[in-house]
């Protein structure tokens, strides 16, 4: 059973722009690269996944569980997701202020909140940089800590919004050595990017839009 499923997708927004999807299904512990021209829709198909975006008409499932867009239901399946954005917002403080934020919203604390933020910067490189102050870091070490922080919640899906993007080869690298290990996490992983060699570094499968549509693979 796919993880989450997307059925006969309308999104419209003011201006004419509009995402269609007949059908797009998430199956879990996979990689998929999302490509596509500027405009042509990916950002707002990754705030779909996300469960932010209400469709004028269609259906999304998320297991076997039909999304109804109501308050309980929909704040629990979000938390099974994270969205990465290319330009992430971090809040004053340190770098383990950060993803501690996110932990203790969830009711995660003592050890095990330790536990995951060590975790999580060792992930990514950053261990020694828990306690540097989170706005005095580069574009690159930034988007690190960004992914630390989605890592740390452990979600099912961790959607990212061109986390590569105008970086140098060698952070690209180690954003690549991260996210390859997460499917054997368990984590589906559906990445949008403009390079055309991630789908073959990655393993992934490739999704293309065009013009708002989900073309057929």
């Not at 299904?25 to 198909?45: C, D, F, H, Q, W």
């Not at 690209?172 to 990017?193: K, N, W």
């Amino acid at each position: 059973m796919a993880l989450l499923t997307l059925s006969n997708i309308e999104i419209g927004y003011p201006g004419g722009f509009n995402l269609w999807v007949n059908h797009l299904a998430l199956e879990e512990g996979r990689i998929y690269i999302l490509s596509g021209p500027n405009g042509a829709g990916k950002s707002t198909l990754l705030q779909t996944l996300a469960l932010l975006n209400c469709p004028r008409r269609g259906e999304i499932r998320v297991g076997d569980e039909r999304l109804t867009w109501r308050g309980a239901q929909l704040r629990r399946l979000r938390r099974r997701i994270t969205l990465v954005h290319q330009n992430p917002f971090l809040f004053s403080g340190s770098i383990q202020h950060n993803l501690a934020m996110g932990l203790a919203l969830r009711g995660i604390r003592g050890d095990e909140q330790r536990r995951r933020i060590e975790q999580s910067l060792e992930a990514v490189g950053l261990s020694e940089f828990a306690r540097r102050p989170a706005r005095k870091l580069s574009g690159g070490e930034t988007r690190r800590v960004a992914l630390a922080r989605a890592l740390a919640l452990r979600p099912d899906i961790l959607l990212l919004d061109e986390p590569t993007a105008n970086l140098d080869r060698e952070t690209v690298a180690t954003f690549e050595e991260v996210i390859q290990i997460l499917p054997a996490q368990g984590i589906t992983v559906v990445m949008a990017s403009h390079d055309p060699g991630q789908p073959q570094r990655l393993g992934g499968e490739l999704l293309r839009l065009g013009g708002g549509r989900l073309m057929p693979a």
